[in-house]
């Protein structure tokens, strides 16, 4: 019987959907299982065959956990908040709700296409005001939070509030913006107005001004990951950093714990050494500089008595360095261009010069600026004085220092730090080595370890004991403290945008404040264009009804808050990973309308047991979810401190280009093996018109006006088309849409063959043209059933080969699928399938089991079969098999016997037979006859049921 995979997958997909196959609850004497893969954004391009790489992967693993017996949860949804949407609107007036509905439309019916056991009654939408409803709970929550360092743990705001009340700063270990202490009298004697001012220092969510990427003609904040060379990946603008009074969160509060989390997970070690560098721990010292008055010369900058002459510690710079003992090297201070000091240290001489550096590097975002080894900067007129050594230091200004990192200020050791080097030697600044041998004539020197010199009370000791008494030294004499400082900063949480989850904050007298969370959700307003106001406000200062009524608790007409009957709302929405942040616990309870999860579900399903994505997730997104998970852990509502126990990383699927090739100044295309004969340009053409590499003509005229008239340099009757992998691409013509391939070969086909090209987690090119093996595959299994038409299983007893090829390949897809080796497992299936049907088994007792195994990887063809066997249940619901190692043990063994290093025969053997019966048997053989040629052996090596290797 003919393997018809349109009407089996047609039948199946429908049979499932209306059965609900794929549906799962928590009351399940099962053990759970919680599988999840990084939702999508809904693009108009819709999927490519790259992007259900991973989906693949983690619905056989679903699937395989299913019949290993636990309650899985598979759930999907999507990421339906973000910029494309948003300029398409801008472009066109469409809403993007409506663009993003007709995208999801789109990707689910792919998606449904390929046969995933997605639990789809638990879908959600970023975009939905019931799922956005508990991202903006989250935020008031952490509105209303703080983090107790000393608790390690967020704890509610009116905690905070009381101690201040009754002790002041006084014994308060809270994560903060800036360090500050008052009494309780002090605090008591506040306004209200400045008390709100003051717990906007502490709360987990709150409103500062920082250093962004600002966009003028989107009129939007980009995220660095938004931003390359200086322009918008969407649309290629110029963006430069400015700042701005944003929303942000603490995330640096959570450092260590991000940090220490990573020892509890099962993830490589390469994302967890990507996620450490990203949090950036490092133990040092903060060391004040104190900035020297210009109104004193040198000279008279220290006074008789040995005070500083001129020097006001309200004028200092705080730097954090990692290497205390080089405090002696230091010969300037370099400050980033952001920092708040470049204005004080700035003098009036110097100012246009600064004024211009300034406008120079605000157009390049910090990531560019770590990675260019230019060398720029400018004198800032100002002296610092170096706490230890004494002396007067020039203050500089350049792009290589970072506002977030640390100060924002570096004291810089050119003689032991490279790009410190490579500045004091384009700006002529004095380089003082500090290790006793050190050569700095050419480079910096790598000072960690070494003898100290030109170091003061450092001299003579070793790096390692220079450190430590540095730290001493400056913690002693009050010049600053030990401290351990991490990278991470705060996550910027503004958008000047249109799409996206509205803030549920007003405006009282100018402080913001929560919508009290029975009113939530606070729903994104119409406007009558998506773009910025003529005044500059985000497109929300368009909404006509955009006020809040904090009376009545609902959202009112704009001018009421002019005239003062009403609060305005926020204007900015928050970003994309709002949320994508908390989204797995909400597949936990998705239709819950009184919190985000039951205590009872998330007590079931916990964190999610596999987490299947790409690497450019591997900082943002793991960073934010994480946290966000932390807090919600600490103020009660997540069962699990961290939210995914064990992830993988799918790779890249490129795609395999074509090229025709026209002879220059004509319309004439010349085949592959003929070109080098002509002056040719190499052209992409689109793949799905190529089969085999050979163009199919008539469709290359079709495809392009250009081409209508095209003549054809042919090689053996056909045009044969170069190739080349390269990123899957519109432009480059090698998009193969999933839709062409499950049409033409099947949605089965598509998932092994994925599989098939190679580990998950490594990129791989897509080649149509070896499709063809796994669809043979599956046509060869179909027949294993069939004799002709009929359908042709028996019952009878298998043969000891057909257990042996069945058991291996249950051990093998057993152990393949736990270490996620796919590709292994295919071709297991291809080898037992030509062992069977070399032995024309047709035994139920083998097939069965087949079917089964195969059943995560093809489930239609593996539904279909099972059904025909007489089953009358799902094979979602059977149970893998088992296998029997007494089935894998052989009495006999095949020897490759070799003489001088070249196999010649084999030999069949007792795989008990002593190593001395082997030899002697070996040599009896008439075969040996033969390549002995009457000598004797010089050497016989027998390896146990595998090789014996004569030299003669």
């Given at each position: 019987m003919e393997y018809n995979f349109r009407d089996i997958e047609r039948r199946w997909q429908k049979a499932w959907r209306e059965g609900g196959v794929y549906a799962v609850a928590e009351k399940s004497e099962k053990p759970k299982y919680y599988v999840l893969d990084m939702f999508p954004y809904p693009s108009g391009a819709g999927l490519h065959v790259g992007h259900p790489l991973g989906y693949i992967a983690s619905d056989i693993y679903a699937r395989y956990k299913r019949l290993r017996g636990f309650n899985v949860l598979h759930p999907m949804g999507y990421d339906a908040y973000g910029l494309p949407a948003e300029q398409y609107a801008i472009q066109t007036g469409q809403h993007p709700a409506v663009t993003t509905e007709e995208n999801i439309r789109r990707y689910r019916g792919q998606l449904d296409r390929m046969g995933f056991s997605f639990d789809w009654e638990r879908e959600v939408r970023t975009c939905d005001p019931a799922y956005y409803k508990w991202t903006q709970w989250a935020f008031v929550l952490m509105f209303e939070s703080y983090y107790c360092r000393e608790a390690r743990r967020a704890r509610p705001i009116a905690e905070l509030v009381d101690a201040f009340e009754r002790q002041g700063t006084e014994g308060v270990n809270a994560a903060c913006t800036e360090e500050v202490t008052f009494t309780a009298a002090e605090w008591r004697a506040r306004t209200e107005r400045e008390k709100e001012q003051m717990l906007m220092n502490y709360r987990?969510?709150?409103?500062?001004?920082?250093?962004?990427?600002?966009?003028?003609?989107?009129?939007?904040?980009?995220?660095?990951?938004?931003?390359?060379?200086?322009?918008?990946?969407?649309?290629?603008?110029?963006?430069?950093?400015?700042?701005?009074r944003q929303w942000s969160l603490r995330v640096s509060a959570y450092a260590q714990r991000l940090l220490e989390g990573l020892e509890t997970v099962d993830w490589t070690e390469s994302l967890k050494e990507t996620q450490r560098n990203w949090i950036g721990r490092s133990e040092g010292a903060?060391?004040?500089?104190?900035?020297?008055?210009?109104?004193?010369?040198?000279?008279?900058?220290?006074?008789?008595?040995?005070?500083?002459?001129?020097?006001?510690?309200?004028?200092?710079?705080?730097?954090?360095?990692?290497?205390?003992?080089?405090?002696?090297?230091?010969?300037?201070?370099?400050?980033?261009?952001?920092?708040?000091?470049?204005?004080?240290?700035?003098?009036?001489?110097?100012?246009?010069?600064?004024?211009?550096?300034?406008?120079?590097?605000?157009?390049?975002?910090?990531?560019?600026?770590?990675?260019?080894?230019?060398?720029?900067?400018?004198?800032?007129?100002?002296y610092a004085v170096n706490p230890v050594s004494r002396k007067a230091i020039p203050v500089w200004i350049s792009d290589y220092v970072l506002a977030g990192y640390g100060t924002g200020a570096i004291m810089a050791v050119p003689a032991h730090d490279s790009r410190d080097y490579a500045f004091a030697r384009r700006f002529d600044l004095p380089v003082v080595p500090l290790i006793e041998g050190a050569d700095v004539s050419e480079d910096s020197f790598d000072a960690t370890e070494g003898i100290m010199t030109n170091s003061g009370?450092?001299?003579?000791?070793?790096?390692?004991?220079?450190?430590?008494?540095?730290?001493?030294?400056?913690?002693?004499?009050g010049l600053g403290r030990v401290k351990v400082n991490y990278r991470l900063r705060d996550a910027i949480f503004s958008r000047q945008r249109y799409w996206g989850e509205p803030f549920p904050v007003y405006y009282k007298e100018g402080m913001p404040c929560p919508v009290d969370m029975q009113y939530l959700p606070v729903e994104l307003p119409e406007v009558d264009k998506f773009l910025p106001t003529e005044t500059g406000e985000p497109p929300l200062g368009r909404a006509a009804a955009w006020a809040w009524d904090a009376k009545s608790g609902r959202i009112v007409e704009t001018d009421r808050a002019r005239s003062g009957e009403a609060f305005p709302l926020e204007l900015c929405t928050m970003p994309g990973f709002a949320g994508s942040s908390a989204y797995y616990l909400r597949y936990e309870d998705p239709h819950n309308s009184d919190c985000l999860v039951s205590k009872e579900n998330n007590a079931y399903w916990r964190n999610v047991d596999l987490y299947v994505g790409g690497t450019e997730h591997a900082t943002g997104h793991l960073i934010y979810s994480r946290f966000w998970n932390k807090f919600l852990f600490d103020r009660g509502h997540a069962a699990d401190d961290e939210p995914f126990r064990k992830l993988i990383n799918q790779g890249m699927i490129q795609g395999r280009s074509n090229f025709v090739y026209r002879i220059k100044n004509t319309n004439t295309f010349v085949s592959l093996g003929l070109k080098d004969r002509y002056d040719v340009t190499p052209l992409h053409v689109d793949v799905n018109i190529v089969s085999g590499d050979v163009l199919d003509i008539e469709a290359f005229k079709r495809w392009n006006p250009e081409y209508r008239t095209a003549e054809f340099v042919l090689e053996d009757g056909k045009y044969v088309c170069g190739w080349a992998v390269e990123k899957m691409s519109k432009s480059m013509y090698n998009v193969v849409n999933p839709d062409d391939v499950v049409e033409n070969f099947g949605a089965d086909t598509l998932r092994l063959y994925e599989m098939f090209l190679g580990p998950v987690e490594q990129s791989k090119p897509w080649d149509t043209n070896g499709i063809d093996g796994v669809s043979r595959f599956l046509r060869k299994f179909w027949n294993l059933f069939f004799r002709g038409d009929a359908f042709a299983v028996s019952d009878e007893q298998p043969l000891a080969e057909e257990l042996t090829s069945i058991h291996k390949l249950i051990r093998k897809v057993g152990q393949d699928i736990e270490t996620f080796s796919f590709n292994t497992s295919v071709a297991a299936f291809m080898i037992c399938a030509n062992e069977l049907t070399a032995l024309k088994c047709s035994k139920r007792a083998i097939l069965s089991d087949f079917v089964v195994v195969l059943s995560p990887f093809a489930p239609h063809i593996?539904?279909?079969?099972?059904?025909?066997?007489?089953?009358?249940?799902?094979?979602?619901?059977?149970?893998?098999?088992?296998?029997n190692e007494a089935y894998l043990k052989r009495d006999t063994a095949t020897y490759a016997v070799s003489f001088n290093g070249k196999t010649r025969f084999s030999l069949e053997l007792p795989v008990d037979m002593p190593r001395e019966e082997v030899e002697n048997t070996v040599l009896a053989h008439a075969s040996s006859a033969r390549w002995l040629d009457g000598k004797t052996p010089k050497k016989v090596i027998v390896v146990p049921g595998k090789v014996v290797s004569v030299v003669v």
């Open positions: 987990i969510a709150y409103q500062a001004d920082t250093m962004v990427n600002w966009c003028p003609a989107l009129g939007t904040v980009l995220a660095n990951d938004e931003v390359s060379e200086g322009l918008s990946v969407r649309g290629g603008h110029p963006v430069e950093q400015r700042r701005m903060e060391v004040v500089f104190r900035i020297q008055d210009s109104r004193f010369n040198d000279s008279k900058f220290k006074d008789s008595d040995g005070t500083d002459a001129g020097v006001g510690a309200e004028r200092s710079m705080t730097v954090f360095t990692t290497r205390p003992d080089t405090i002696f090297g230091v010969t300037f201070m370099v400050l980033a261009p952001e920092s708040e000091l470049v204005d004080v240290v700035t003098t009036d001489g110097q100012r246009r010069a600064v004024r211009e550096y300034l406008e120079q590097t605000k157009k390049r975002t910090e990531r560019e600026r770590i990675a260019d080894r230019r060398v720029t900067g400018v004198f800032s007129g100002s009370f450092l001299d003579g000791l070793t790096v390692r004991d220079a450190i430590a008494r540095a730290k001493e030294y400056i913690a002693e004499n593996a539904e279909e079969l099972w059904h025909r066997l007489g089953h009358d249940t799902t094979v979602c619901d059977a149970s893998f098999p088992d296998f």
